[in-house]
C-alpha cells in the first residue's frame, strides 16, 4: 500500500477560531479550487491523531458515503496491533462522530456548522480530495490522486500532535497542542504542507504557524 503523509497546519498558540472564521477558511479553501467537493461536517468525539486517509472515522465516512445522521465509531483492532497505552498516532484512536451534513455548494457550509455543537464537541469538515486541476496542488503533490482527503478540525479541548513522527515507530518526540487546525493526507509529493493551502490557513490562523508531519 505505500507511506501515506498526514501533515498538519496550526496557529503557534492553540485557539478556537470563532465559529464565522472558522467557516470562512472552509470556505476559502474550497473557493480557491484547492480542495474539491462535496464537503461534509461531523461532531462528536474526534482524534486529530487518527491516520486521515484509512484509520479515522473521517477517512471511513469519504469512501462508504454513510447517510446524513449515520453515527461512525472507531473499528476495533486485533490484539497484536500494539499496547493499547500507546498514544495515537502509534496507538488506537477512539472515536465517536455524527455525519451532519454534507453538500457540494459551499454557501451552505456556514449554516451547517452553525447548526453543529461548535465549541462543545469536536467539529471536522472534510473535502473529498484536493483538487488537482490548480496547479499548485498538481506540483506540489506530482500525481493526480482522489484518495487525499483535507479536514479542518475545531476541537473542543487542545489535543496534541507529534511534529515529526513514524506511526510504524516508537512513540514519542516533540508534539504541538492544536484545538484548530488544517491536515491532509497524500501518498505522493513534497514531504512538507502545501505552500497554496498554507496560505489560506496564514489568513486565518495568523502568521505564526507551526507544521508537522506523521507518516507510516
Known amino acids: 500500500m505505500g507511506i501515506w503523509v498526514d501533515t498538519f497546519i496550526a496557529p503557534a498558540t492553540p485557539a478556537l477560531l470563532p465559529l464565522e472564521e472558522f467557516g470562512q477558511l472552509v470556505v476559502d479553501l474550497g473557493r480557491e479550487q484547492l480542495v474539491r467537493t ?58 465517536r462522530a455524527v455525519l451532519l451534513a454534507r453538500g457540494e455548494t459551499l454557501d451552505d457550509v456556514l ?50 500532535r507529534p511534529l515529526e513522527a513514524n506511526t510504524l515507530g516508537r512513540s514519542g518526540g516533540p508534539t504541538h497542542p492544536v484545538q484548530t487546525c488544517v491536515v491532509n493526507t497524500f501518498k505522493h509529493g513534497e514531504g512538507t504542507p502545501c505552500p497554496a493551502i498554507e496560505t489560506v490557513a496564514a489568513r486565518h490562523f495568523g502568521s505564526a504557524l507551526v507544521t508537522g508531519e506523521t507518516w507510516g
Request: with cysteine; net charge negative.
Open 111 to 160: 449554516p451547517a456548522l452553525r447548526d453543529a455543537p461548535y465549541a462543545q464537541q469536536d467539529i471536522a469538515v472534510t473535502f473529498r480530495c484536493l483538487d488537482f486541476t490548480n496547479s499548485a496542488i498538481l506540483d506540489h503533490y506530482w500525481y493526480e490522486d482522489e484518495r487525499t482527503v483535507l479536514a479542518c478540525f475545531a476541537l473542543a479541548t487542545p489535543q496534541h
Open 38 to 95: 462535496p464537503w461534509a461536517v461531523f461532531a462528536g468525539t474526534l482524534c486529530v491523531n487518527a491516520g486521515l486517509g484509512w484509520d479515522s472515522v473521517l477517512g471511513r465516512a469519504r469512501f462508504e458515503s454513510p447517510a446524513i445522521g449515520t453515527e461512525l465509531v472507531s473499528e476495533e483492532r486485533p490484539a497484536d496491533d500494539g499496547p493499547d497505552s500507546e498514544p495515537p498516532p502509534w496507538g488506537v484512536s477512539v472515536e
